[in-house]
């Protein structure tokens, strides 16, 4: 599976980006409705419909001559949606100053959640301010989930 979605990757990455576009991930997935696709993409400022209905038409047919899946699927290009997990190093800048939650395999101090404000990170940690002004450094490779809290 991996192989197909870094194919796909290596072929899409290079016309999102003549958009001004990054893939953040590709996902292939077997879902409901059979095999599904997914080239998920992002921007400064975020994604628009137009956005996602342009890259899919640019990469309908290099997809079908590159011909990484032998079976029939749906191809599906998506924005990240705001509450998305922070995986990459944009997602981490995008919610710097921000609220995020965050979740870990072991607990740490007797917790294995915390909330607070993203204060800083580099490749493989990030520090969190809590409501009480305590400064926790995380290692990414110890989080479960790490999320922006979205607040209306």
Known sequence: ?????DQVFQLVQPIA?????????????KKFDGM????????????????????????DAPLDELDPIDTAYIL????????RPL?????????????ISVKLYKPLNGKKSFDGILTEYDDETFTLQTADKTLI??????????EPIIEF
């Open 1 to 5: 599976m991996g192989k197909i979605s």
């Open 137 to 146: 450094k995380f290692n990414k490779k110890d989080t479960a989930k790490v």
């Open 76 to 83: 599906n290009v998506s924005s990240p949606g705001i509450d």
């Open 87 to 99: 995986k990459s190093e944009r997602d981490y800048k995008r919610n710097l100053g921000k609220k």
């Open 36 to 59: 599904n696709l997914t080239v998920v993409i992002d921007k400064d400022g975020g994604v628009t419909i137009d956005d996602c209905e342009k890259l899919h038409r640019a990469i």
């Open 17 to 29: 980006q003549s958009f001004g576009l990054e893939v953040v991930e590709v996902l292939y997935e």
